[in-house]
């Protein structure tokens, strides 16, 4: 069966550090894969989306890398600060644009 | 231009009941998804409603059912509540078209808290 494993861990790093988060999935063929951030008692926000065929995105501090032939996503936070502390999830889609959410990882930065 | 709206916001029920949750997507937004949110399972995919038609569906049981009105207001049903139906349900809507495979980034409401005593 599909299959999205994210860091179950937390992750905790120190203010200007770079945080990696990493999506790995099995069993699928995504078309493309987003990336939200959801926060306490909050829905998730949309950050970044990427198509099978791109290597990488970038959006201010945000950058994120997709690789189809590891199936494997990473989302790096440069010069990272504590309000991007907050779960991330990373979603893929298929060709019938059904979202499939991985569990998320929790982002902890400190200052 | 106002966001995803869900109401009601809490709600505790008793095993046995039903209830219905409701959703107005961001204007101009034609699909409207759901999902179910626990700790142990995560974000899980209900189904999404595209011009009034159920287009996807997820892996729940048909005691989950919904339904989306002419100006895409949506609704979500759950009959014979168990236990393990308390979670946090998120309404999303999105710029989806009718070819129902492109990209379009999820607005997702703040949710309703369900619990089921």
């Known amino acids: 069966s599909q299959k999205i494993e994210q860091n179950s861990e937390a992750l905790n790093i120190q203010e200007g550090k770079t945080a990696t988060l990493t999506c790995n999935y099995t069993n699928y063929s995504p078309a493309y894969l987003q990336w939200y951030r959801q926060d306490p008692g909050r829905g998730p926000v949309f950050l970044l989306l990427?198509?099978?065929?791109?290597k990488e995105k970038r959006k201010e501090r945000l950058k994120v890398t997709f690789d189809t032939t590891l199936k494997q996503s990473l989302f790096h936070i440069t010069a990272s600060q504590p309000a991007d502390s907050a779960t991330y999830l990373c979603a893929l889609a298929g060709n019938t644009g059904k979202l499939i959410f991985g569990q998320g990882t929790t982002l902890q930065v400190k200052p | 231009k106002a966001g995803v709206t869900q109401t009601p916001r809490y709600l505790i029920k008793t095993r046995g009941q039903q209830v219905t949750l409701s959703c107005s997507p961001i204007s101009g937004h034609r699909s409207v998804s759901w999902y179910q949110q626990t700790p142990g399972q995560g974000l899980q995919f209900l189904f999404e409603y595209f011009s009034e038609t159920q287009r996807n569906k997820g892996n729940f049981p048909g005691r989950f059912s919904g339904r989306q009105f002419s100006n895409s207001r949506s609704e979500m049903n759950v009959s014979t509540l168990e236990l393990g139906d308390s979670a946090l349900y998120l309404c999303a809507s999105s710029l989806s078209t009718s070819g129902g495979a492109s990209p379009y980034e999820q607005y997702f409401g703040p949710g309703t808290r369900l619990t089921v005593t």
């Open positions: 990427i198509r099978e065929n791109e």
